[in-house]
């Protein structure tokens, strides 16, 4: 016989974690950093149309320090990167990135020096957002996603441990660097 029998009806039994996760999932305030053709379907995503008010988002931070989601839309010049930077160290903890469009995630079609082949060289991300541009719908759910990742994450030391795991896990997946010189390669292929 547990507690369970003991409450009248009505009365919902869950963690501090879950409830803490429920609250600051339906309460993300995005930072929008819209760079080219990606950010088109960013605003389109909070039009009337699509309407992120119905997640809890229909508050653009003006300010780095309002905001806990940084929505990467578009190219992002070697010029921007220090700027993306000071940004994303400027929003409080705990922070999250969207890397919208191919631009955004792998650098496209501009593989030259002036585009960062990949906006996670400069912040962490957690969700790569693929197309070319992508869809408001595909944003949309790449949110919903993330509402799911944060409804999920632990609190406190807790917390501390899964991050080291993951990276740990993230680590343990990156290629090895081979050298070997030019002559070697053919032969090993």
């Known amino acids: 016989m547990g507690i369970e029998?003991?409450?009248?009806?009505?009365?919902?039994?869950?963690?501090?974690?879950?409830?803490?996760?429920?609250?600051?999932?339906?309460?993300?305030?995005?930072a929008t950093f819209g760079l080219a053709c990606c950010a088109i379907e960013l605003m389109q995503t909070g039009?009337?149309?699509?309407?992120?008010?119905?997640?809890?988002?229909?508050?653009?931070?003006?300010?780095?320090?309002?905001?806990?989601?940084?929505?990467?839309?578009?190219?992002?010049?070697?010029?921007?990167?220090?700027?993306?930077?000071?940004?994303?160290?400027q929003m409080p903890e705990p922070k999250w990135v969207i890397s919208m469009g191919v631009c955004a995630s792998s650098g496209g079609m501009f593989n030259n020096y002036a585009i960062v082949q990949g906006v996670d060289h400069i912040v962490p991300v957690d969700i790569y957002l693929p197309g070319c541009p992508p869809r408001p719908e595909m944003l949309m759910d790449a949110i919903l996603k993330l509402h799911d990742k944060i409804m999920n994450m632990?609190?406190?030391?807790?917390?501390?441990?899964?991050?080291?795991e993951l990276e740990q896990a993230r680590l343990d997946m990156l290629p090895l660097h081979v050298t070997a010189g030019i002559n070697d390669v053919g032969s090993e292929l």
Do not use: C, N
Not at 5 to 30: D, F, H, M
């Open 47 to 89: 039009g009337p149309r699509h309407d992120l008010a119905r997640f809890g988002m229909e508050k653009t931070g003006s300010t780095p320090r309002e905001a806990d989601l940084m929505i990467v839309a578009g190219r992002v010049s070697q010029k921007m990167a220090p700027v993306l930077r000071q940004i994303y160290d």
């Open 5 to 30: 029998e003991k409450l009248p009806s009505g009365v919902l039994l869950t963690s501090v974690e879950k409830v803490a996760g429920w609250a600051r999932a339906r309460s993300v305030w995005p």
């Open 154 to 164: 632990k609190l406190g030391p807790d917390r501390d441990s899964e991050i080291t």
